[in-house]
């Protein structure tokens, strides 16, 4: 798919934060996946069906609509995207350090930057000429280790913020570190939600009862099968849910157990298999897909560096019944290949009209998943 450039002004950020030129390219997966025979790689259940919505996004990750149908799209190279309803590509912004994470709000898109969250006002005004941004006051550690950050608004207009463990495992005294902030919309009144999070990089609000549900990376160098990547629920504000002490329900960490604090660990609702790197969920609550599927979690599985087989690179589904878990299992799959990795689903989003967005910021794209009542059926689950 041709990518369309403004010929108009596009703001290349100069802050502080930004990184010099000769360092964008580390910021950047030197990868690129081959071209996917979408339709025959990748495998779903029966009735629906994949194809690439958009290309050319130089390492996608974060998704995120606005009213209007514009796909905002974050990367790790530095640039923030709009996917427009006709499919043309913008690149809205350029220059900043691993925005990753994005969300539209109250007619602005808010865009994360490592140390701190930075606002373009009034975006769909002209996108071909965005805004200057607005740095909100809002101070956040610098660094690179776990230092991206998904961003999201809930359903209390709070603007929520992960501030990821600067390492495998250790312990800080800032307590930030391996947590969850929650913000005013300006980038006031930063409170901890929640403690003992390694690496949430995907979070959502259960539709009935508003709570926080989120992914979590488990450590490594503990082996192919320990511990579990995570998915939690919050209660409320106050919670701790393990790190660096316990992982998953029941892993010790051999050096910080015995160091643990007198306090009391929230336990994951579902330990996830090991290393399948848990990033982008989201709840569907649209109609579209069968009943089965409503209600549930689709979780981005970006898939495992440092296992001796590789798991993940694929798309599973979580049923509930309510907020209990009844199953969880493979959604779509086919971006591994034997051992050749073809494609790393980074972030899941469903659309206005239902369907499921999937990044991949190896490939650098986006698709779409369509459910077709009587298509063929693309293979089993």
């Not at 660096?244 to 960490?253: A, Q």
């Not at 007198?262 to 709840?283: K, Y």
């Not at 979780?299 to 001796?308: D, K, T, V």
């Not at 899941?348 to 298509?375: F, K, M, Q, T």
């Amino acid at each position: 798919m041709k990518k369309y450039r403004s010929k108009k002004f596009l703001p290349v950020f100069h802050l502080p934060v930004f990184l010099p030129a000769a360092f964008l390219l580390l910021t950047a997966s030197p990868l690129r996946a081959p071209a996917l025979d979408i339709s025959s790689a990748i495998r779903l259940p029966p009735g629906f069906e994949i194809e690439v919505y958009a290309s050319n996004l130089d390492t996608a990750r974060g998704l995120a609509f606005a009213p209007d149908g514009t796909l905002f799209v974050g990367s790790k190279s530095g640039s923030v995207y709009a996917v427009l309803p006709d499919r043309r590509v913008l690149e809205v912004a350029r220059g900043l350090t691993m925005p990753v994470g994005l969300d539209f709000h109250a007619g602005s898109l808010y865009v994360s930057a490592v140390d701190r969250i930075v606002r373009l006002d009034n975006i769909l005004a002209d996108l071909e000429a965005p805004p200057r941004p607005v740095v909100l006051p809002l101070q956040l550690p610098g660094d690179r280790h776990h230092g991206w950050k998904f961003i999201k608004f809930g359903p209390d207009g709070r603007l929520y913020v992960p501030v990821g463990a600067p390492c495998n495992v250790c312990s800080r005294s800032d307590p930030r570190y391996a947590s969850i902030l929650r913000v005013s919309p300006d980038g006031g009144k930063a409170e901890i939600y929640a403690s003992g999070v390694r690496n949430t990089v995907g979070f959502d609000w259960h539709p009935q009862t508003g709570r926080l549900w989120f992914t979590d990376n488990g450590r490594d160098r503990m082996g192919d099968d320990l511990p579990p990547d995570e998915l939690n629920r919050a209660e409320g504000p106050g919670g701790h849910f393990g790190f660096p002490y316990l992982h998953g329900r029941s892993v010790e960490d051999p050096e910080y157990w015995p160091q643990r604090p007198p306090l009391s660990f929230t336990p994951p609702l579902l330990e996830l298999p090991a290393h399948v790197a848990a990033l982008g969920m989201r709840f569907y609550t649209h109609s579209s897909f069968p009943p089965e599927y409503r209600g549930g979690i689709f979780i981005a599985e970006h898939g495992s560096w440092n296992r001796s087989e590789k798991i993940g690179y694929r798309v599973s589904f979580v049923e509930l019944s309510g907020e209990e878990v009844l199953s969880y299992r493979i959604f779509a799959s086919g971006w591994l290949q034997g051992s050749q990795v073809l494609g790393r689903p980074a972030d899941v989003e469903v659309g206005p009209g239902g369907d499921l967005y999937v990044s991949d910021d190896l490939a650098g794209a986006v698709y779409r998943i369509r459910y077709l009542p009587g298509g063929a059926a693309d293979g089993d689950g």
